[in-house]
T-cell receptor
Framework: DTGVSQNPRHKITKRGQNVTFRCDPI?????LYWYRQTLGQGPEFLTY????????KSRLLSDRFSAERPKGSFSTLEIQRTEQGDSAMYLCASSSGQINSNQPQHFGDGTRLSIL | DAKTTQPNSMESNEEEPVHLPCNHSTISGTDYIHWYRQLPSQGPEYVIH???SNVNNRMASLAIAEDRKSSTLILHRATLRDAAVYYCILRASPMYSGGGADGLTFGKGTHLIIQP
C-alpha cells in the first residue's frame, strides 16, 4: 500500500492557461474522489468515480472543470482557462466501495495550484 | 446534509487526554459519525467512525451520546504530532443514499493546539 499519489505537488500558472492534475489511487480501490480546499477552509467535494463511471458532481464543478478516470485506475482533473479563484489545494482520495459500507477515504497530499 | 458544529480551536498539554466535542442535533437515524484530521501540509486522514455505540481504535475513542445529537473524539494521551485540524462529519450510509451521494462534507473543524 503506497498510498494515494498526486502529481504535481505544486503548479504555478498564468491566468487563462489550462492545467491538468493526476491522481493515482491505492491499487484496487474502486472509488476515487476529488476535493478542493482553500486557505482556512475544510475540503469541498467536487466529484467522484466508481471505477470509470463518474457518479456525482458538485455544483462547484463548473464547465471549465473536467475529470476523467478512463480505465478505472488513475484519474485526471483538468481546469481550462484558469481564473484567480481557482487557486487552491486540489485533493484526491480513494476508497474501496461496497454497498452498505462506510469505508474510510484515503487522501493524497494534494496539488497546490497558484494562479498568477 | 445534516450539519455539525465544532469549536474553532482547542488547546491542550502534551501527554494529557483531549476531548473534542461535536454537535449534530439534526442527525438522521442512518447517519454515521466520522472523524478525520488534517496535519499541516497534508491531506485529511481518517481517524474513526461510529453509528450508535462507542468505538475505540489505535488512534482514538469515539463517545456517542445516547440521543446521538452529539459526540466526542477522545485522544487518550496527546502528543505534539496530534496537533491538527479535526473534522467531525456525518455520512449517510451508502445503502440509504442510493450509493450515489458519497462525497464528504467538511466544515471548518477544530484546530487542536498541543503545548509541550
Amino acid at each position: 500500500d503506497t498510498g494515494v499519489s498526486q502529481n504535481p505537488r505544486h503548479k504555478i500558472t498564468k491566468r487563462g492557461q489550462n492545467v491538468t492534475f493526476r491522481c493515482d489511487p491505492i491499487s484496487e480501490h474502486n472509488r476515487l474522489y476529488w476535493y478542493r480546499q482553500t486557505l482556512g477552509q475544510g475540503p469541498e467535494f467536487l466529484t467522484y468515480f466508481q471505477n470509470e463511471a463518474q457518479l456525482e458532481k458538485s455544483r462547484l464543478l463548473s464547465d471549465r472543470f473536467s475529470a476523467e478516470r478512463p480505465k478505472g485506475s488513475f484519474s485526471t482533473l483538468e481546469i481550462q482557462r484558469t481564473e484567480q479563484g481557482d487557486s487552491a489545494m486540489y485533493l484526491c482520495a480513494s476508497s474501496s466501495g461496497q454497498i452498505n459500507s462506510n469505508q474510510p477515504q484515503h487522501f493524497g497530499d494534494g496539488t497546490r495550484l497558484s494562479i498568477l | 446534509d445534516a450539519k455539525t458544529t465544532q469549536p474553532n480551536s482547542m488547546e491542550s498539554n502534551e501527554e494529557e487526554p483531549v476531548h473534542l466535542p461535536c454537535n449534530h442535533s439534526t442527525i438522521s437515524g442512518t447517519d454515521y459519525i466520522h472523524w478525520y484530521r488534517q496535519l499541516p501540509s497534508q491531506g485529511p486522514e481518517y481517524v474513526i467512525h461510529g453509528l450508535t455505540s462507542n468505538v475505540n481504535n489505535r488512534m482514538a475513542s469515539l463517545a456517542i451520546a445516547e440521543d446521538r445529537k452529539s459526540s466526542t473524539l477522545i485522544l487518550h494521551r496527546a502528543t505534539l504530532r496530534d496537533a491538527a485540524v479535526y473534522y467531525c462529519i456525518l455520512r449517510a450510509s451508502p445503502m440509504y443514499s442510493g450509493g450515489g451521494a458519497d462525497g464528504l462534507t467538511f466544515g471548518k473543524g477544530t484546530h487542536l493546539i498541543i503545548q509541550p
